[in-house]
C-alpha cells in the first residue's frame, strides 16, 4: 500500500499567521491527492482535490500544490474556525486508499 | 439535499456481528463509488472499503474477510456488514460518497457517521 506521512503532527499558530502543511507518499501518485479539514465531533469535510483545486464553498485562504510525492496544503492567512485536524489522502490506488496521519492545528 | 446518513452502530461484544446501513438522499448511490471510512477514538481516518458503481469491491487488509460492503440500489443505500468483530474495530464509521471525475476522486459528501464499539 502507498504510504503517507504528514509533517508536522502538529502546529501552533496564530490568527493571521500563514501555515503550510506537507505530505509525502511512498511512491509518486501524480495529482491524485486530497486534502480535509476535521473539527472534533463532525465528520471531515473536503477542501482540496487533485493536489491543487479548490472544492466548491472553500475559502481561498486554503491552497494546495505539488505532484508526484510531495504535496503541500497552505492557509494564507489563519481564521479562528481553522484550527482543526487536516488529514492528506491519496486516490492514485482506488483499491487501497491512504491518509496521512492528520496534522493538528492549534491556536497559538 | 445531498446527504449520507448512518446508523447501526452499537455496543457488540468480540466475535459478534453488526450491519451498518448508509442511506443517501440527492445523489444516486448505485452511480457512484461509495466508501467506508473509520476513524478509532483519538486517532486518525482509515479507509476501510469501496464499492465501484460496476460493483466491484476492495478492502483494508484489516478487515478483509471480515467486513462486506454492499448497496440496495432500491433503497439507494450502503451497507457494511461487519463479522468476527474485534476491539480494535472499535471506531466512529462514515459512509462517503467517492466522487470520480476527470483526473480526481476524491470524498466530496461524508455521512455524520456512526459508533461500533467492541467490548465484553
Known amino acids: 500500500d502507498i504510504q503517507m506521512t504528514q509533517s508536522p503532527s502538529s502546529l501552533s499558530a496564530s490568527v493571521g499567521d500563514r501555515v503550510t502543511i506537507t505530505c509525502r507518499a511512498s511512491q509518486s501518485i501524480s495529482s491524485y491527492l486530497n486534502w480535509y479539514q476535521q473539527k472534533p465531533g463532525k465528520a471531515p469535510k473536503l477542501l482540496i482535490y487533485a493536489a491543487s483545486s479548490l472544492q466548491s464553498g472553500v475559502p481561498s485562504r486554503f491552497s494546495g500544490s505539488g505532484s508526484g510525492t510531495d504535496f503541500t496544503l497552505t492557509i494564507s492567512s489563519l481564521q479562528p474556525e481553522d484550527f482543526a485536524t487536516y488529514y492528506c489522502q491519496q486516490s492514485y490506488s482506488t483499491r487501497a486508499y491512504t491518509f496521512g496521519q492528520g496534522t493538528k492545528l492549534e491556536i497559538k | 439535499e445531498v446527504q449520507l446518513v448512518e446508523s447501526g452502530g452499537g455496543l457488540v461484544q468480540p466475535g459478534g456481528s453488526l450491519r451498518l446501513s448508509c442511506a443517501a438522499s440527492?445523489?444516486?448511490?448505485?452511480?457512484?463509488?461509495m466508501s467506508w471510512v473509520r476513524q478509532a477514538p483519538g486517532k486518525g481516518l482509515e479507509w476501510v472499503s469501496v464499492i465501484y458503481s460496476g460493483g466491484s469491491t476492495y478492502y483494508a487488509d484489516s478487515v478483509k474477510g471480515r467486513f462486506t460492503i454492499s448497496r440496495d440500489n432500491s433503497k439507494n443505500t450502503l451497507y457494511l456488514q461487519m463479522n468476527s468483530l474485534r476491539a480494535e474495530d472499535t471506531a466512529v464509521y462514515y459512509c462517503a460518497r467517492d466522487y470520480q471525475g476527470d483526473g480526481d476522486d476524491a470524498f466530496d459528501i461524508w455521512g455524520q457517521g456512526t459508533m461500533v464499539t467492541v467490548s465484553s
Open positions: 440527492g445523489f444516486t448511490v448505485s452511480s457512484n463509488y
